[in-house]
């Protein structure tokens, strides 16, 4: 049982340039979400979705956009990166917003 | 918008001794979740309570919800380095506009052998 799985693990991004950070769960949850961790600090929610076709903004959406074509794949676009993108990314499923969410291993970006 | 906020954020203790960390908000949460993160991995769930007032175990963590909903707190017993981490709470709410999951800022504990 894979769970949910995020690539790739390392990124270095020059300024302006774009990238699809991809996730993908198999445990057939409607909900997921792509969250963003400056050092030492907690999640921060950039978008989520509740099932295919269904996407909303979180906190902090602007330079981000996201799509969900079906259940199993929420992908995280990365438009005209900057330094301020620089985080750790998780991707995260879950049955309901009140049920357990099961998160993936993390992207670390670097934007030079 | 749906804040938690977590106090303290950062926390140092020695081997044995005993912690409290809160988590608080004006809005009220069908459920609150408590989830602990090590370096470089995600969070994974410790617990999650959904009734106000409720109290539950887990060896020597003990977490309480508030009776309004709107507050949780973790408290460890005996602090072992092995405790050392994030720990995060993390609020969901069902129905309306809210229906996502919320998580606060974090508390880092360090357990000092």
């Known amino acids: 049982n894979a769970g949910v799985t995020q690539t790739p693990k390392f990124r270095i991004l020059k300024i302006g340039q774009s990238m699809t950070l991809q996730c993908a769960q198999d445990?057939?949850?409607?909900?997921m979400y792509w969250y963003r961790q400056d050092p030492g600090m907690g999640l921060k929610l950039i978008y989520y979705?509740?099932?295919?076709?269904?996407?909303d903004k979180g906190e902090v959406p602007n330079g981000y956009n996201v799509s969900r074509s079906t259940t199993e794949d929420f992908p995280l676009r990365l438009e005209l990166a900057a330094p301020s993108q620089t985080s750790v990314y998780f991707c995260a499923s879950s049955y309901s917003p009140t049920t357990e969410a099961f998160f993936g291993q993390g992207t670390r970006l670097t934007v030079v | 918008t749906q804040l938690l906020e977590q106090s303290p954020q950062f926390l140092s203790i020695q081997e044995g001794e005993n912690l409290t960390v809160y988590c608080n908000s004006s809005?009220?949460?069908?459920?609150l979740q408590w989830y602990r993160q090590e370096p470089g991995e995600g969070p994974v769930l410790l617990v999650t309570v959904v009734t106000g007032g409720e109290v539950k175990k887990l060896k020597r963590l003990t977490f309480q919800f508030g009776d309004a909903r709107k507050d949780s707190s973790l408290h460890i017993t005996a602090a072992q380095p092995g405790d050392t981490g994030l720990y995060l709470c993390a609020g969901g709410a069902s129905g309306g506009s809210n229906y996502k999951l919320t998580f606060g800022k974090g508390t880092l504990l360090t357990v000092n052998p």
């Open positions: 445990m057939n949850h409607n909900y």
């Open positions: 809005s009220v949460f069908s459920s």
């Open positions: 979705s509740v099932g295919a076709g269904i996407t």
